[in-house]
């Protein structure tokens, strides 16, 4: 290899209790797309953090075309040519898209003191038709859908492409995790389209799109690189295998403890609707069950799973549990009913960030350890002592504020919660987005744990793989109506195809 | 090629912005059915000449709260500027005249206690709320240890009549200043780039950050760039009613946070403009004005005053995709 | 404004006692003053002096602090001025330091910033073995003579007889006849509520030749008053003769509104409180009128009753009610008089103690 547009030597950095980052090196080529794979924790981001100036590195250097140069702040990664695609969206929905894709960098457009407005727009229509996205460039971006919003941002870091002279490098860290199909295979022709111009390092926890879309694969764990391979002699057995440092589970999903379930019926819903988002919902949800639900982004089933856990009202329709009819005005009503959700919005809707573990855990149940007005701080530690232990959550104590978590590890603490609630119906939505894939076989485990003991989940998997290897029945839904009820038996799942049909 | 699905439902969201029009709209025709006296002339400019000292002081603190502070030194600083005004021209306590260029003085005055709001605010780390609280009773008390309790009489009629009292084409000389300080704003606001950094920090201080914007200068020059406002505000204070005193302010710092938050914006932060600043201080100074009008009693103005403005704010914000309100 | 206390002779005494205080602490000094009494010649200046009121940014109180001085100069004692800057509960803690820190032989002249704070205050001056005055604010049923003799007097102005006498000049400056407006206080302020009595008194005295148009509180604010004014304009019109407001703050918003529209001196205004803006505004033409308490009395006053009562002049106790509970005297200040109110301010004879009571306090409700 040449002389690589973008090299680390030997970095290190640590936050307080963590070594992120030990001693790692890691080059690009011009033209190349790299792919950067790890769990959660692993250092991808801290790495391409600091790639883009927003850390500085404890020790190390980093070269831009073979010369050693300092990047103290996203601008001047910037200006060496390095622009990044953040995992938590950067885009401002307060500003229009022109205005954040040149956020920052308004002063090319400035003249006597004032922003040339149509100057502004027409460079911004330009980026965006770099990414085949036909909108206008002076539409606010709260109006725009998610991935509309993803593909924005993506335009900004391209946008370096025709600002700077010269090669570039694109850091896009998890691009793809809010993106339908489609919109991940238009931006990996993008990206192709863009090799002669621009270098990329491609951060996902789908294996399968880093294979795809990479030339060269680096694998890190605790910290370190602990392989770099072609992407070309690679499978996702192994990248999987160098993640988590251990052999995969020989059923991913479990399927084996998948139970039959009881005939017992501990949710029923009949004729639920609500305006703008879905119509005429019946189903049954039995003890023990795994009832997924699959639908593109408007299938109106985010919207029904908040429905089912009181954070909405239906607008007609009877709801029964245990064969109780229940009409749930607010959160804690459902909770009380014993139906708990695990939002896919954890930070927001989940967790108390600045709460510890123990106290996020007794959240929904927290009458129980309250005596004569008093919470008794023992009894509550001692329950979360018990769940950090059975969830194998990896959380230095109780006390440790769950902010500073993990995302896996948050995801349990919002599962122990509801356990600890004593729900009978857990209604999780995308359970593993975001985390990495050992957390996700926890979490596959915990929910086989959970059916055993009688529980029924409703499941709005991250993939549809995940909702058929999980799931004993699937309801597809179109349009805010069920269009498909499939049984999914151990041995028998449907294929995706049949599923897909049903869905678009 | 139509790659993607790009928007969302907007229909409600789009009506909302206009929700604080419709709210001084309706305000407008009821109080001006009950007395028809609302619509003349001479009544349209006595509410524009009442708008004109809140109009100034809300662009100043629109600014501040897009970008999700707060600032409370409001009636602190316009007393101190209007204290000082009154003082530089011709007056009953000092010998010093320096006539109109006490106008520029006042609002650079405004500026430099604004900057300091943003410096103490900003580099000592103390919360904006408690930085300006601080520096406002400080403006308060340095104005009133200068005049030790007594008021300055302006005698310079110059300064009175081009501030305030003099008309052109029979609007009052404090309107025309008070649409050109709004002008200011709106170019500040929508042409420069500290007014889209304004909302870039106020929505997410750290994706700001990350993009390059130099998020603690800019949290300082807004601060000064309201102070600036609320300098000319002391400045028009002190020529509407011909005398500086350390209580000129009273109660405009509520006023200016109700006209805000009524317009529109969002106590939060990144949402809003100083165009509904404008549409706020009219809701707010309509309200007054027909209570008056109407004849509603004393005793019942205050709460349907309030019952008013939490309904303007309940239909102005956009509650139903806050799961959380703080 | 606490003065320098170096201003006063009182230098000697001063490092003595701090000597003290640095050997055993400010509260030893309380208990040794009350346990050892000094010495006579000590005790015409030992007693500290000290008004306490709400803010000293309002011409009323400035001039309030300014008489307290006054006195203090003129006995040659040390003197403090308390703010209350609107806190009951600062300005209760400001009290309990100074009578700490002067071993409670203090003299408070006190406008305590609320009506419960009075009793608060008075007990906790009769504990430390000081005296007090109170001036305009106490709950109706806390007397000084049940406080003997520590709680001194309590002195007020009489809002009822002033605003009728004030709306009189109004109505006299329009011909007698026609609609007024009112601004009046904060609704539930005692002065507010006794000012909008007279004024109904002297309304219903006309036998329906002047009516009230309509009456709003402006909240004792200018602003306020500017804003009210404005929309009276538009909805009365030129029925409008005359602007009765309940202080000269509000009467000088009102006006200023009035000047906007061209009104100022067609339409006369009165106040209440003989602020230097309203006497300017009576020598323009544009002021009927208003009432000057006389602060510099009040300030000066509330010491001077209970110091003679300290140096043995009087003895507190003995004096008849209507030198105990007693209302002081409001100067009418009109076009005709302005000039000579000006010329020879009212003076204060700090030897007259009474002089300017005008009668007992009458409860109304």
């Given at each position: 290899?040449?002389?690589?547009?973008?090299?680390?030597?030997?970095?290190?950095?640590?936050?307080?209790?963590?070594?992120?980052?030990?001693?790692?090196?890691?080059?690009?080529?011009?033209?190349?797309?790299?792919?950067?794979?790890?769990?959660?924790?692993?250092?991808?981001?801290?790495?391409?953090?600091?790639?883009?100036?927003?850390?500085?590195?404890?020790?190390?250097?980093?070269?831009?075309?073979?010369?050693?140069?300092?990047?103290?702040?996203?601008?001047?990664?910037?200006?060496?040519?390095?622009?990044?695609?953040?995992?938590?969206?950067?885009?401002?929905?307060?500003?229009?898209?022109?205005?954040?894709?040149?956020?920052?960098?308004?002063?090319?457009?400035?003249?006597?003191?004032?922003?040339?407005?149509?100057?502004?727009?027409?460079?911004?229509?330009?980026?965006?038709?770099?990414?085949?996205?036909?909108?206008?460039?002076?539409?606010?971006?709260?109006?725009?859908?998610?991935?509309?919003?993803?593909?924005?941002?993506?335009?900004?870091?391209?946008?370096?492409?025709?600002?700077?002279?010269?090669?570039?490098?694109?850091?896009?860290?998890?691009?793809?995790?809010?993106?339908?199909?489609?919109?991940?295979?238009?931006?990996?022709?993008?990206?192709?389209?863009?090799?002669?111009?621009?270098?990329?390092?491609?951060?996902?926890?789908?294996?399968?799109?880093?294979?795809?879309?990479?030339?060269?694969?680096?694998?890190?764990?605790?910290?370190?690189?602990?392989?770099?391979?072609?992407?070309?002699?690679?499978?996702?057995?192994?990248?999987?295998?160098?993640?988590?440092?251990?052999?995969?589970?020989?059923?991913?999903?479990?399927?084996?403890?998948?139970?039959?379930?009881?005939?017992?019926?501990?949710l029923?819903a009949e004729g639920l609707s609500r305006h703008g988002a879905f119509h005429d919902v019946s189903f049954?949800l039995?003890?023990?069950?795994?009832l997924g639900i699959a639908g593109?982004v408007g299938s109106g089933r985010e919207d029904l799973a908040r429905c089912l856990a009181g954070h909405r009202r239906p607008d007609?329709g009877?709801l029964?549990?245990?064969?109780?009819?229940?009409?749930f005005?607010?959160?804690?009503?459902a909770?009380?009913?014993?139906v708990?959700l695990?939002?896919?919005?954890?930070?927001?809707?989940?967790?108390?960030?600045?709460?510890?573990?123990?106290?996020?855990?007794?959240?929904?149940?927290?009458?129980?350890?309250?005596?004569?007005?008093?919470?008794?701080?023992?009894?509550?530690?001692?329950?979360?002592?018990?769940?950090?232990?059975?969830?194998?959550?990896?959380?230095?104590?109780?006390?440790?504020?769950?902010?500073?978590?993990?995302?896996?590890?948050?995801?349990?603490?919002?599962?122990?919660?509801?356990?600890?609630?004593?729900?009978?119906v857990?209604i999780l939505d995308?359970?593993?987005?975001?985390?990495?894939?050992?957390?996700?076989?926890?979490?596959?485990?915990?929910?086989?744990?959970?059916?055993?003991?009688?529980?029924?989940?409703i499941l709005l998997?991250?993939?549809?793989?995940?909702?058929?290897?999980?799931?004993?029945?699937?309801l597809v839904m179109r349009d805010g109506a069920i269009t498909?009820?499939?049984?999914?038996?151990?041995?028998?799942?449907?294929?995706?195809?049949?599923?897909?049909?049903?869905?678009? | 090629?139509?790659?993607?699905?790009?928007?969302?439902?907007?229909?409600?969201?789009?009506?909302?912005?206009?929700?604080?029009?419709?709210?001084?709209?309706?305000?407008?025709?009821?109080?001006?059915?009950?007395?028809?006296?609302?619509?003349?002339?001479?009544?349209?400019?006595?509410?524009?000449?009442?708008?004109?000292?809140?109009?100034?002081?809300?662009?100043?603190?629109?600014?501040?709260?897009?970008?999700?502070?707060?600032?409370?030194?409001?009636?602190?600083?316009?007393?101190?500027?209007?204290?000082?005004?009154?003082?530089?021209?011709?007056?009953?306590?000092?010998?010093?005249?320096?006539?109109?260029?006490?106008?520029?003085?006042?609002?650079?005055?405004?500026?430099?206690?604004?900057?300091?709001?943003?410096?103490?605010?900003?580099?000592?780390?103390?919360?904006?709320?408690?930085?300006?609280?601080?520096?406002?009773?400080?403006?308060?008390?340095?104005?009133?240890?200068?005049?030790?309790?007594?008021?300055?009489?302006?005698?310079?009629?110059?300064?009175?009549?081009?501030?305030?009292?003099?008309?052109?084409?029979?609007?009052?000389?404090?309107?025309?200043?008070?649409?050109?300080?709004?002008?200011?704003?709106?170019?500040?606001?929508?042409?420069?780039?500290?007014?889209?950094?304004?909302?870039?920090?106020?929505?997410?201080?750290?994706?700001?950050?990350?993009?390059?914007?130099?998020?603690?200068?800019?949290?300082?020059?807004?601060?000064?760039?309201?102070?600036?406002?609320?300098?000319?505000?002391?400045?028009?204070?002190?020529?509407?009613?011909?005398?500086?005193?350390?209580?000129?302010?009273?109660?405009?710092?509520?006023?200016?946070?109700?006209?805000?938050?009524?317009?529109?914006?969002?106590?939060?932060?990144?949402?809003?403009?100083?165009?509904?600043?404008?549409?706020?201080?009219?809701?707010?100074?309509?309200?007054?004005?027909?209570?008056?009008?109407?004849?509603?009693?004393?005793?019942?103005?205050?709460?349907?005053?309030?019952?008013?403005?939490?309904?303007?704010?309940?239909?102005?914000?956009?509650?139903?995709?806050?799961?959380?309100?703080? | 404004?606490?003065?320098?206390?170096?201003?006063?002779?009182?230098?000697?005494?001063?490092?003595?006692?701090?000597?003290?205080?640095?050997?055993?602490?400010?509260?030893?000094?309380?208990?040794?003053?009350?346990?050892?009494?000094?010495?006579?010649?000590?005790?015409?200046?030992?007693?500290?002096?000290?008004?306490?009121?709400?803010?000293?940014?309002?011409?009323?109180?400035?001039?309030?602090?300014?008489?307290?001085?006054?006195?203090?100069?003129?006995?040659?004692?040390?003197?403090?001025?308390?703010?209350?800057?609107?806190?009951?509960?600062?300005?209760?803690?400001?009290?309990?330091?100074?009578?700490?820190?002067?071993?409670?032989?203090?003299?408070?002249?006190?406008?305590?910033?609320?009506?419960?704070?009075?009793?608060?205050?008075?007990?906790?001056?009769?504990?430390?073995?000081?005296?007090?005055?109170?001036?305009?604010?106490?709950?109706?049923?806390?007397?000084?003579?049940?406080?003997?003799?520590?709680?001194?007097?309590?002195?007020?102005?009489?809002?009822?007889?002033?605003?009728?006498?004030?709306?009189?000049?109004?109505?006299?400056?329009?011909?007698?006849?026609?609609?007024?407006?009112?601004?009046?206080?904060?609704?539930?302020?005692?002065?507010?509520?006794?000012?909008?009595?007279?004024?109904?008194?002297?309304?219903?005295?006309?036998?329906?030749?002047?009516?009230?148009?309509?009456?709003?509180?402006?909240?004792?604010?200018?602003?306020?008053?500017?804003?009210?004014?404005?929309?009276?304009?538009?909805?009365?019109?030129?029925?409008?003769?005359?602007?009765?407001?309940?202080?000269?703050?509000?009467?000088?918003?009102?006006?200023?509104?009035?000047?906007?529209?061209?009104?100022?001196?067609?339409?006369?205004?009165?106040?209440?409180?003989?602020?230097?803006?309203?006497?300017?505004?009576?020598?323009?033409?544009?002021?009927?009128?208003?009432?000057?308490?006389?602060?510099?009395?009040?300030?000066?006053?509330?010491?001077?009753?209970?110091?003679?009562?300290?140096?043995?002049?009087?003895?507190?106790?003995?004096?008849?009610?209507?030198?105990?509970?007693?209302?002081?005297?409001?100067?009418?200040?009109?076009?005709?008089?302005?000039?000579?109110?000006?010329?020879?301010?009212?003076?204060?004879?700090?030897?007259?103690?009474?002089?300017?009571?005008?009668?007992?306090?009458?409860?109304?409700?």
């Amino acid at each position: 290899m040449s002389v690589p547009v973008l090299e680390i030597r030997g970095v290190s950095k640590s936050f307080p209790g963590v070594k992120a980052l030990d001693d790692v090196s890691f080059a690009i080529a011009r033209g190349e797309v790299v792919g950067l794979i790890g769990e959660n924790g692993a250092g991808k981001s801290t790495l391409l953090k600091i790639l883009n100036g927003v850390y500085q590195p404890d020790s190390g250097e980093i070269l831009v075309d073979g010369r050693s140069v300092s990047v103290a702040s996203p601008r001047q990664a910037f200006d060496s040519g390095i622009a990044m695609v953040f995992q938590e969206q950067s885009i401002l929905p307060t500003l229009t898209v022109a205005e954040n894709i040149f956020l920052g960098r308004e002063e090319e457009f400035i003249r006597f003191g004032l922003i040339s407005r149509s100057r502004m727009h027409a460079a911004a229509a330009e980026e965006l038709r770099k990414v085949h996205l036909d909108i206008d460039p002076g539409m606010r971006c709260a109006d725009l859908a998610f991935a509309a919003r993803q593909m924005v941002e993506i335009a900004k870091a391209l946008s370096l492409n025709s600002r700077i002279k010269g090669h570039v490098t694109i850091l896009l860290d998890e691009p793809t995790s809010v993106l339908e199909q489609k919109e991940v295979d238009l931006l990996f022709r993008i990206i192709r389209d863009l090799r002669d111009r621009a270098s990329f390092v491609f951060i996902s926890h789908r294996l399968e799109e880093v294979l795809d879309i990479s030339d060269r694969v680096y694998v890190m764990r605790d910290g370190k690189v602990v392989k770099e391979l072609s992407a070309r002699s690679a499978s996702v057995k192994d990248l999987h295998q160098l993640m988590v440092g251990r052999q995969l589970h020989h059923e991913y999903y479990r399927e084996a403890r998948q139970v039959p379930p009881s005939p017992a019926v501990v949710l029923a819903a009949e004729g639920l609707s609500r305006h703008g988002a879905f119509h005429d919902v019946s189903f049954d949800l039995h003890e023990g069950e795994v009832l997924g639900i699959a639908g593109v982004v408007g299938s109106g089933r985010e919207d029904l799973a908040r429905c089912l856990a009181g954070h909405r009202r239906p607008d007609s329709g009877t709801l029964h549990i245990a064969g109780a009819a229940v009409r749930f005005a607010a959160p804690h009503e459902a909770a009380g009913a014993g139906v708990g959700l695990v939002p896919a919005e954890r930070k927001v809707e989940g967790l108390v960030a600045p709460f510890s573990v123990a106290e996020n855990m007794t959240l929904a149940a927290l009458p129980r350890f309250v005596s004569h007005g008093a919470i008794r701080f023992a009894a509550e530690l001692g329950v979360a002592r018990d769940w950090i232990e059975r969830l194998k959550i990896k959380t230095p104590s109780p006390d440790t504020m769950v902010g500073s978590l993990s995302g896996g590890n948050q995801q349990k603490v919002v599962l122990a919660k509801w356990r600890i609630a004593g729900v009978r119906v857990l209604i999780l939505d995308h359970p593993t987005r975001g985390i990495d894939v050992g957390a996700k076989e926890d979490v596959y485990d915990l929910i086989r744990d959970m059916t055993a003991e009688g529980l029924a989940v409703i499941l709005l998997g991250d993939t549809l793989e995940e909702v058929i290897g999980l799931s004993s029945r699937i309801l597809v839904m179109r349009d805010g109506a069920i269009t498909a009820r499939l049984d999914a038996p151990p041995g028998g799942k449907p294929r995706q195809v049949d599923i897909l049909r049903h869905m678009v | 090629m139509a790659a993607i699905a790009v928007e969302r439902g907007q229909m409600l969201g789009h009506w909302r912005r206009w929700a604080p029009v419709a709210v001084l709209l309706g305000l407008c025709l009821v109080v001006g059915l009950i007395n028809p006296s609302f619509f003349s002339f001479g009544n349209a400019v006595r509410m524009l000449n009442t708008a004109a000292i809140p109009l100034v002081v809300c662009m100043g603190a629109t600014f501040v709260i897009l970008m999700g502070s707060i600032d409370l030194s409001v009636e602190g600083t316009i007393a101190l500027c209007a204290v000082a005004a009154s003082m530089l021209v011709t007056n009953d306590l000092t010998g010093v005249t320096i006539g109109l260029w006490s106008v520029p003085a006042a609002i650079l005055l405004g500026g430099a206690l604004g900057l300091l709001n943003g410096l103490v605010h900003v580099k000592l780390r103390i919360p904006s709320f408690m930085a300006t609280l601080g520096i406002g009773f400080a403006g308060i008390g340095i104005a009133t240890a200068i005049l030790g309790g007594v008021m300055v009489r302006i005698a310079d009629t110059d300064f009175r009549n081009w501030l305030s009292l003099g008309r052109l084409f029979g609007i009052p000389a404090a309107v025309w200043i008070a649409g050109i300080a709004v002008l200011a704003a709106w170019v500040i606001q929508e042409r420069t780039r500290i007014g889209r950094w304004i909302y870039a920090i106020g929505t997410d201080e750290q994706t700001a950050r990350n993009s390059g914007i130099p998020v603690e200068r800019t949290r300082i020059l807004i601060f000064g760039v309201a102070g600036l406002f609320y300098g000319l505000a002391g400045a028009l204070s002190a020529a509407q009613i011909g005398r500086g005193h350390a209580l000129i302010a009273q109660d405009r710092l509520f006023t200016a946070i109700t006209a805000v938050v009524v317009g529109g914006t969002a106590l939060s932060g990144g949402v809003g403009s100083v165009l509904n600043s404008v549409i706020g201080v009219f809701i707010v100074i309509v309200l007054a004005n027909g209570m008056v009008l109407m004849g509603i009693e004393p005793y019942v103005q205050k709460g349907v005053q309030g019952i008013l403005i939490i309904a303007a704010v309940a239909l102005a914000l956009d509650r139903s995709r806050l799961d959380v309100v703080k | 404004m606490a003065k320098n206390v170096s201003e006063l002779p009182l230098t000697s005494k001063l490092s003595r006692r701090s000597v003290l205080k640095g050997a055993a602490g400010a509260a030893a000094v309380g208990s040794l003053g009350g346990a050892f009494p000094m010495p006579a010649l000590a005790e015409e200046t030992t007693w500290t002096l000290a008004n306490s009121l709400r803010s000293v940014a309002n011409p009323y109180h400035a001039t309030f602090a300014k008489g307290g001085e006054d006195f203090a100069k003129s006995i040659g004692a040390r003197y403090e001025v308390l703010v209350t800057e609107g806190n009951s509960e600062k300005g209760i803690a400001d009290i309990k330091a100074l009578l700490q820190r002067t071993g409670g032989k203090l003299i408070l002249n006190v406008d305590p910033n609320d009506s419960p704070d009075a009793r608060v205050i008075v007990e906790e001056v009769q504990k430390a073995g000081g005296f007090v005055v109170t001036q305009w604010n106490k709950p109706d049923d806390l007397h000084p003579w049940d406080h003997n003799p520590n709680y001194v007097a309590h002195m007020s102005f009489d809002g009822v007889p002033t605003a009728e006498a004030i709306a009189n000049e109004l109505f006299k400056a329009f011909g007698g006849e026609g609609g007024i407006v009112a601004l009046g206080g904060i609704l539930s302020n005692v002065p507010a509520i006794e000012r909008k009595l007279g004024l109904d008194n002297a309304i219903a005295k006309t036998n329906g030749k002047v009516t009230l148009l309509d009456f709003q509180p402006a909240d004792w604010n200018e602003q306020k008053a500017f804003e009210i004014t404005q929309a009276w304009i538009t909805r009365f019109g030129d029925q409008i003769k005359g602007v009765f407001a309940a202080n000269d703050g509000m009467g000088m918003g009102a006006l200023e509104a009035l000047r906007q529209n061209g009104l100022a001196g067609k339409v006369p205004v009165v106040g209440i409180d003989g602020i230097d803006a309203a006497l300017a505004a009576i020598e323009a033409g544009e002021f009927a009128g208003t009432v000057a308490w006389d602060p510099l009395w009040t300030g000066g006053m509330g010491l001077a009753i209970p110091y003679a009562h300290v140096t043995g002049k009087i003895d507190i106790t003995k004096e008849p009610k209507e030198h105990r509970e007693f209302y002081g005297t409001g100067i009418i200040v009109t076009k005709d008089t302005v000039a000579d109110y000006k010329a020879n301010p009212p003076k204060v004879d700090f030897n007259d103690l009474w002089g300017k009571a005008t009668g007992q306090i009458q409860y109304r409700s």
